[in-house]
């Protein structure tokens, strides 16, 4: 299994490199009026207007830094949806088994989306379980042809 | 006019004035009553005319009825004819103007027809007709005489018209009437004698009487009226008798007589009642008359006896006061004024002018001047007061300038010396003020002699001021090499920033080809390395790319501070030339300053020879200030003598004015 890490609050986390469509620069993106602080904004990609999640912000901390390695990882959102997921530092890959994953103890509701974590040597890796990211209202509104 | 007036006193004058009124008032008066007594003259002699027209008239009625009666009725003659002389008996005693010369002919034929007694009738006929001749002559010369026919009251006129003129003439006919009847109608024959008779009868006239005599009935008179119907019913009795008489018939005959007798009888009533009325007028008119020129005699009399009274009274209270302030002005006039205000008190003024206490609102012109007399005497007494009081102080006030006169003297002694001890002063100043004039000369030398120093000083600020020129130029050049290396290694940053940005991408490359090797499982496992690979390459690229940053950075901030070192030197250097530049530009104004002083060092010498001379002036005038000061001491001399002089002034005042408060 290949996870893509990222940064985000000052942690690392990581996402299952097989959803990932494409790791693209962050382009120009166009704020979502009234919505919460960590729905960045839309893109175009290939096409389609896709949304993007500020990780960082929905992970409860400062929003993602305008750096040359922040960057947005195209996602596939429960097997249908394009979504957009931006973090600080998304510059490597790391190759682990399921079986070094371990329970992180403490799961809260409020964040259904943090899974197991793995040990490293920088610090614990959270995995970030993309098909829990948005909370039902959100889905709801951002695809509303479900 | 005036001239002639002022000889005259008041009272004179007022005298001469009251007859200037008094004469035309006494014509006036005397035209009036004259006038009256003219009125009553005249009406006095109109009754006495009436008087004797009375007993003309019974003449006039009584002569024809004794020629009717002489014939057949001698008992009733001889009563006339007793009559008759009564009546001329009154008339002799009248006081009518009546013809005297008539009446004594008319008595004459009277005495001659009584001694015809017992003549026929054709004898005494021609007596008798002159005898009513001369009394109707007689009745006609006392209308004029007495002026009963021209009397000018209307009232009365119409009366005598009727009592004068016709009543005479209308009776006279019908006594021929009646005697025609008595005689002619008995006889055959005699109807037309009778008739030619009644014809002379003029009846117009006697209707012509009666409206004369009911004209004047608007009057007093109040029997006429009654009268003249009488006379007309009787009037017209005789006529229907006349006209109906039987010349056979005795009686008829008779009757018509008495007819005639009761006509004649009417006809006498009324002129008689005519005479009295008038009579009555006359008496009225006299009586009016009499009280009118008592009414204008008492009112004139009376007017001017009180006009007379209040001009004497107006003479003597102006007189007097006038005397009174005459006297009071002669006492001012002697200086005894004490006398004099009790001439003027309220009461002695009371005395003069005689009357009780009179408010002020009521005060004639004589009380007005007395007061304004009064209030003189006080002013005068304060005046004199007054004048006595200056006197004394005007005489301590020339006192006192004697005192000042004489201060002033010592005070122009000491000016003058002061002014000698002055002129000595302004000598000293002259030799000053000459020395002065030397050492400014000497001054002006030396200043010149700073002007040429002062240039040699500027040439060398001059060198000084190019060799800081060069200096700047040097730094200026120093600056530009350090801005050329600046520019460099801003190029060489952004070759730094085009390194990493390859890398960058080269990394996001990388990072998608490993998970499309991820998707593509084992087969894509060597794929997978050759990725993580290009990626470490790729790092270790951004890493030199940092190091290249890093150092860059620090050369560039040892230029800056290179370059910040250089401008601080420039501007040092370029505060160094404005310094030296300020410095040169102050010399300059002081070498200037220093040539323009030596004009001036000149201005200044002749001003201080123009001060030598002026102190020679003050010597001048010093000395003509002395002189002066001796012609003041002269003036004070005279100035003393005058204070002198207005000292005697005021004394001869004092001695004036004691004359007034001498008297007791």
Redesign the interface.
Same mark, same amino acid.
């Given at each position: 299994m %290949?996870l %893509?890490l990222f940064q985000a609050a000052g942690q690392s986390y990581g996402i299952e490199?097989?959803c990932?469509v /494409? $790791? $693209?620069?962050v382009p120009r993106l166009r704020p979502l009026a009234l919505a919460p602080a960590w729905l960045a904004g839309t893109f175009t990609y290939r096409g389609t207007t896709i949304p993007v999640v500020d990780l960082p912000a929905l992970v409860g901390g400062a929003p993602a830094r305008p750096l040359?390695?922040t960057?947005i990882a195209v996602v596939r959102y429960q097997g249908e949806h394009l979504l957009g997921i931006m973090a600080d530092n998304? &510059? /490597? &890959?790391l190759s682990c088994s399921q079986e070094e994953l371990s329970s992180p103890g403490v799961r809260m509701d409020e964040a259904p989306f943090l899974g197991d974590l793995l040990p490293a040597a920088t610090g614990a890796i959270q995995r970030v379980t993309v098909d829990r990211l948005l909370p039902d209202e959100v889905k709801e509104r951002l695809f509303p042809d479900d | 006019m005036n001239r002639y007036l002022a000889r005259f006193t008041l009272a004179q004058k007022l005298l001469i004035g009251g007859a200037g009124f008094a004469l035309p008032l006494a014509i006036l008066l005397y035209y009036t009553v004259a006038g009256f007594n003219r009125t009553i003259r005249d009406a006095e002699a109109e009754r006495a005319g009436l008087e004797a027209m009375n007993s003309l008239r019974e003449l006039a009625e009584l002569v024809p009825l004794h020629q009717r009666l002489a014939a057949y009725d001698l008992g009733r003659a001889g009563q006339a004819a007793k009559q008759i002389d009564v009546a001329f008996e009154r008339l002799g005693r009248t006081r009518g103007a009546i013809d005297r010369k008539l009446v004594a002919g008319a008595l004459e034929h009277w005495r001659r027809l009584r001694e015809s007694q017992g003549a026929s009738p054709e004898e005494t006929d021609p007596r008798y007709t002159e005898l009513r001749e001369t009394i109707t002559r007689a009745i006609k010369r006392l209308a004029d005489d007495s002026g009963l026919v021209l009397d000018p009251e209307l009232e009365s006129y119409y009366l005598m018209q009727v009592a004068v003129v016709f009543m005479p003439k209308i009776q006279d006919d019908l006594a021929d009437v009646l005697l025609s009847v008595r005689r002619d109608l008995p006889k055959g024959g005699g109807a037309l004698a009778f008739a030619t008779r009644l014809s002379t009868l003029d009846w117009a006239e006697l209707e012509h009487i009666r409206e004369t005599a009911r004209s004047a009935t608007a009057g007093m008179q109040s029997r006429i009226p009654q009268l003249i119907e009488a006379h007309a019913a009787a009037t017209s009795a005789f006529l229907s008798k006349a006209g109906a008489v039987n010349l056979e018939d005795a009686a008829s005959i008779e009757e018509l007589y008495a007819s005639g007798d009761r006509l004649l009888a009417a006809g006498s009533s009324l002129w008689q009642a005519s005479c009295e009325e008038a009579g009555a007028l006359l008496n009225a008119r006299v009586a009016e008359a009499r009280t009118r020129r008592l009414v204008a005699l008492l009112i004139t009399l009376t007017s001017v006896t009180a006009a007379a009274g209040l001009m004497l009274s107006v003479a003597r209270n102006t007189v007097r006061p006038l005397e009174h302030v005459a006297a009071v002005a002669g006492e001012i006039a002697a200086g005894r004024l004490k006398q004099a205000q009790r001439g003027v008190s309220e009461d002695q003024l009371r005395a003069v002018i005689g009357a009780a206490a009179v408010p002020g609102w009521a005060r004639d012109e004589s009380w007005r001047l007395l007061d304004a007399f009064r209030g003189m005497c006080g002013s005068l007494h304060a005046l004199l007061g007054d004048v006595r009081q200056s006197g004394v102080q005007v005489m301590g006030s020339a006192t006192q300038i004697a005192a000042a006169i004489r201060q002033l003297e010592s005070m122009v002694g000491r000016q003058a010396a002061s002014t000698r001890q002055a002129e000595a002063t302004s000598k000293e100043i002259y030799a000053t003020v000459e020395e002065l004039a030397q050492r400014m000369e000497s001054l002006s030398e030396m200043a010149s002699d700073a002007v040429k120093l002062a240039d040699d000083g500027m040439r060398s600020l001059s060198g000084i001021t190019a060799t800081i020129d060069t200096l700047s130029q040097t730094a200026d050049g120093l600056s530009g090499v350090l801005d050329e290396i600046r520019r460099q290694s801003e190029r060489i940053g952004a070759v730094v920033e085009t390194i990493t940005r390859i890398a960058n991408r080269t990394n996001l490359l990388s990072l998608n080809a490993a998970i499309e090797a991820e998707k593509a499982g084992k087969h894509a496992a060597g794929f997978s390395v050759v990725a993580l690979e290009v990626r470490r390459l790729a790092d270790q690229t951004a890493v030199a790319a940092l190091d290249i940053e890093e150092s860059i950075g620090a050369m560039r901030e040892s230029v800056q501070n290179g370059v910040a070192a250089v401008e601080e030197y420039t501007a040092q250097v370029r505060r160094g030339a404005a310094e030296v530049s300020r410095t040169s530009e102050s010399l300059e104004h002081l070498i200037e300053y220093t040539r323009k002083l030596g004009p001036h060092y000149e201005a200044v010498n002749t001003g201080m020879q123009g001060q030598s001379e002026g102190a020679g002036q003050i010597t001048a005038a010093m000395r003509e200030l002395s002189g002066a000061a001796a012609d003041t001491s002269s003036a004070l001399t005279e100035l003393r003598a005058a204070a002198d002089s207005l000292r005697s002034a005021v004394a001869v005042l004092r001695q004036g004015v004691a004359r007034f408060s001498e008297e007791a």
């Amino acid at each position: 299994m %290949l996870l %893509l890490l990222f940064q985000a609050a000052g942690q690392s986390y990581g996402i299952e490199a097989g959803c990932v469509v /494409e $790791v $693209v620069p962050v382009p120009r993106l166009r704020p979502l009026a009234l919505a919460p602080a960590w729905l960045a904004g839309t893109f175009t990609y290939r096409g389609t207007t896709i949304p993007v999640v500020d990780l960082p912000a929905l992970v409860g901390g400062a929003p993602a830094r305008p750096l040359m390695s922040t960057r947005i990882a195209v996602v596939r959102y429960q097997g249908e949806h394009l979504l957009g997921i931006m973090a600080d530092n998304m &510059t /490597e &890959t790391l190759s682990c088994s399921q079986e070094e994953l371990s329970s992180p103890g403490v799961r809260m509701d409020e964040a259904p989306f943090l899974g197991d974590l793995l040990p490293a040597a920088t610090g614990a890796i959270q995995r970030v379980t993309v098909d829990r990211l948005l909370p039902d209202e959100v889905k709801e509104r951002l695809f509303p042809d479900d | 006019m005036n001239r002639y007036l002022a000889r005259f006193t008041l009272a004179q004058k007022l005298l001469i004035g009251g007859a200037g009124f008094a004469l035309p008032l006494a014509i006036l008066l005397y035209y009036t009553v004259a006038g009256f007594n003219r009125t009553i003259r005249d009406a006095e002699a109109e009754r006495a005319g009436l008087e004797a027209m009375n007993s003309l008239r019974e003449l006039a009625e009584l002569v024809p009825l004794h020629q009717r009666l002489a014939a057949y009725d001698l008992g009733r003659a001889g009563q006339a004819a007793k009559q008759i002389d009564v009546a001329f008996e009154r008339l002799g005693r009248t006081r009518g103007a009546i013809d005297r010369k008539l009446v004594a002919g008319a008595l004459e034929h009277w005495r001659r027809l009584r001694e015809s007694q017992g003549a026929s009738p054709e004898e005494t006929d021609p007596r008798y007709t002159e005898l009513r001749e001369t009394i109707t002559r007689a009745i006609k010369r006392l209308a004029d005489d007495s002026g009963l026919v021209l009397d000018p009251e209307l009232e009365s006129y119409y009366l005598m018209q009727v009592a004068v003129v016709f009543m005479p003439k209308i009776q006279d006919d019908l006594a021929d009437v009646l005697l025609s009847v008595r005689r002619d109608l008995p006889k055959g024959g005699g109807a037309l004698a009778f008739a030619t008779r009644l014809s002379t009868l003029d009846w117009a006239e006697l209707e012509h009487i009666r409206e004369t005599a009911r004209s004047a009935t608007a009057g007093m008179q109040s029997r006429i009226p009654q009268l003249i119907e009488a006379h007309a019913a009787a009037t017209s009795a005789f006529l229907s008798k006349a006209g109906a008489v039987n010349l056979e018939d005795a009686a008829s005959i008779e009757e018509l007589y008495a007819s005639g007798d009761r006509l004649l009888a009417a006809g006498s009533s009324l002129w008689q009642a005519s005479c009295e009325e008038a009579g009555a007028l006359l008496n009225a008119r006299v009586a009016e008359a009499r009280t009118r020129r008592l009414v204008a005699l008492l009112i004139t009399l009376t007017s001017v006896t009180a006009a007379a009274g209040l001009m004497l009274s107006v003479a003597r209270n102006t007189v007097r006061p006038l005397e009174h302030v005459a006297a009071v002005a002669g006492e001012i006039a002697a200086g005894r004024l004490k006398q004099a205000q009790r001439g003027v008190s309220e009461d002695q003024l009371r005395a003069v002018i005689g009357a009780a206490a009179v408010p002020g609102w009521a005060r004639d012109e004589s009380w007005r001047l007395l007061d304004a007399f009064r209030g003189m005497c006080g002013s005068l007494h304060a005046l004199l007061g007054d004048v006595r009081q200056s006197g004394v102080q005007v005489m301590g006030s020339a006192t006192q300038i004697a005192a000042a006169i004489r201060q002033l003297e010592s005070m122009v002694g000491r000016q003058a010396a002061s002014t000698r001890q002055a002129e000595a002063t302004s000598k000293e100043i002259y030799a000053t003020v000459e020395e002065l004039a030397q050492r400014m000369e000497s001054l002006s030398e030396m200043a010149s002699d700073a002007v040429k120093l002062a240039d040699d000083g500027m040439r060398s600020l001059s060198g000084i001021t190019a060799t800081i020129d060069t200096l700047s130029q040097t730094a200026d050049g120093l600056s530009g090499v350090l801005d050329e290396i600046r520019r460099q290694s801003e190029r060489i940053g952004a070759v730094v920033e085009t390194i990493t940005r390859i890398a960058n991408r080269t990394n996001l490359l990388s990072l998608n080809a490993a998970i499309e090797a991820e998707k593509a499982g084992k087969h894509a496992a060597g794929f997978s390395v050759v990725a993580l690979e290009v990626r470490r390459l790729a790092d270790q690229t951004a890493v030199a790319a940092l190091d290249i940053e890093e150092s860059i950075g620090a050369m560039r901030e040892s230029v800056q501070n290179g370059v910040a070192a250089v401008e601080e030197y420039t501007a040092q250097v370029r505060r160094g030339a404005a310094e030296v530049s300020r410095t040169s530009e102050s010399l300059e104004h002081l070498i200037e300053y220093t040539r323009k002083l030596g004009p001036h060092y000149e201005a200044v010498n002749t001003g201080m020879q123009g001060q030598s001379e002026g102190a020679g002036q003050i010597t001048a005038a010093m000395r003509e200030l002395s002189g002066a000061a001796a012609d003041t001491s002269s003036a004070l001399t005279e100035l003393r003598a005058a204070a002198d002089s207005l000292r005697s002034a005021v004394a001869v005042l004092r001695q004036g004015v004691a004359r007034f408060s001498e008297e007791a």
